[in-house]
């Protein structure tokens, strides 16, 4: 048994557990994920995959069940040991503190199997990969049918491993598929108390979390403690899934020697109205270096027209010229919109 068989590192505080609902298969869970505003553990939902019973086997058995499926390198991470397994940034914040590159999965695996009889090994790790174009086949019995929705369906391989909080616009269904994982939850509005880093430079390209949660510093993040307050904990063993919605933060902790994650990604909104990180920066660049007062006009024309808007708003407006205030947007209006934006850009 390799000497670093399993290190569940607790992190020193609690937070609320997840609620878990038990269901007998994916069609029973797919009516909660889509009402779902909360996070919800499914206990067991992808226990019958091939590859979790592989992982349930021997780690051997997940090596050998997932070579074969692997058609080109895949892009891997090399973190020392003295990190721990954290992800993070280097000391002066101009990179970070591992080497990537491509490899062969089969070096991948060599590499983590060589190290695991270090008494403090290094984390080796493949971040998320389209196992469409990476492994094809792999998710024919070992992924979910999202329909009608198009998934972006991704895996997640390495040894033990902290990834810093951060979130993602889209909807996640995360399959916990070898090993055992820790996921720390808080909802979008807990930002401001997450000390996030740069928008534009960080580790897996999403701004992150400063905070280190194995061993918090509340003199230099004093308002973590109101994160904690509000967040949640998710304990998945093999076979258990995670459904995280839309803007969620989520810190992960992998703990055992090989560690696999199947990820689903899709939005429920149509693609032809853009990724709202687009507005952000636009935002970024024309409104956040006003003067305060302005900023404060700004904030609430953005109340009215988007975040609080209700379809009375605009019933003074005869429907055939509400245009862009028409609500959803429709592909023709959307279309026009961003002619307009990309015109005004360039000015």
């Not at 891997?76 to 491509?102: D, I, M, S, T, W």
């Not at 909802?187 to 108390?193: A, K």
């Not at 302005?294 to 975040?307: D, G, L, P, T, V």
Request: with cysteine; proline share 8%.
């Amino acid at each position: 048994m390799p000497a670093n068989t399993t290190q569940h590192k607790a992190l020193p505080f609690t937070m609320q557990p997840v609620d878990i609902i038990e269901v007998a298969n994916f069609d029973e869970a797919k009516p909660h994920i889509m009402q779902a505003t909360m996070p919800i553990i499914f206990k067991g939902l992808c226990a019958e995959w091939p590859l979790v019973k592989a992982g349930l086997c021997s780690q051997q058995a997940v090596i050998d069940y997932l070579l074969p499926f692997s058609q080109q390198q895949v892009n891997a991470c090399y973190l020392p040991p003295e990190h721990q397994g954290r992800v993070y940034y280097n000391e002066q914040f101009n990179g970070f503190n591992f080497q990537g590159g491509k490899v062969d999965l089969s070096t991948l695996f060599d590499t983590l199997k060589q190290h695991q009889q270090d008494e403090q090994p290094p984390t080796i790790y493949m971040g998320s990969t389209e196992i469409n174009q990476f492994f094809p086949g792999l998710g024919e019995h070992n992924s979910f049918d999202l329909s009608p929705y198009q998934s972006l369906t991704s895996m997640w391989l390495g040894s033990q491993s902290t990834i810093a909080a951060h979130y993602d616009f889209p909807l996640n269904l995360a399959c916990n598929v070898v090993g055992k994982r820790t996921f720390s939850l808080f909802p979008p509005e807990q930002i401001s108390n997450l000390y996030v880093g740069p928008m534009e430079f960080a580790p897996g390209g999403q701004d992150i979390s400063l905070v280190d949660f194995a061993n918090p510093d509340f003199n230099k993040h004093p308002k973590f403690k109101q994160a904690i307050d509000a967040g949640y904990t998710a304990e998945l063993a093999p076979g258990d899934v995670l459904f995280l919605p839309s803007m969620w933060w989520h810190h992960v902790q992998a703990h055992e020697p090989l560690n696999v994650l199947i990820t689903h990604w899709w939005r429920d909104s149509p693609a032809y109205l853009g990724r709202p990180t687009n507005a952000l920066l636009h935002s970024m660049l024309s409104i956040r270096s006003l003067p305060k007062s302005q900023r404060q006009a700004w904030k609430a024309i953005f109340e009215h027209y988007i975040f609080d808007h209700d379809e009375d708003d605009v019933r003074h407006i005869p429907p055939q010229a509400q245009g862009m205030l028409t609500k959803p947007l429709d592909e023709m209006n959307a279309r026009k919109l961003r002619a307009s934006i990309t015109e005004k850009l360039k000015r």
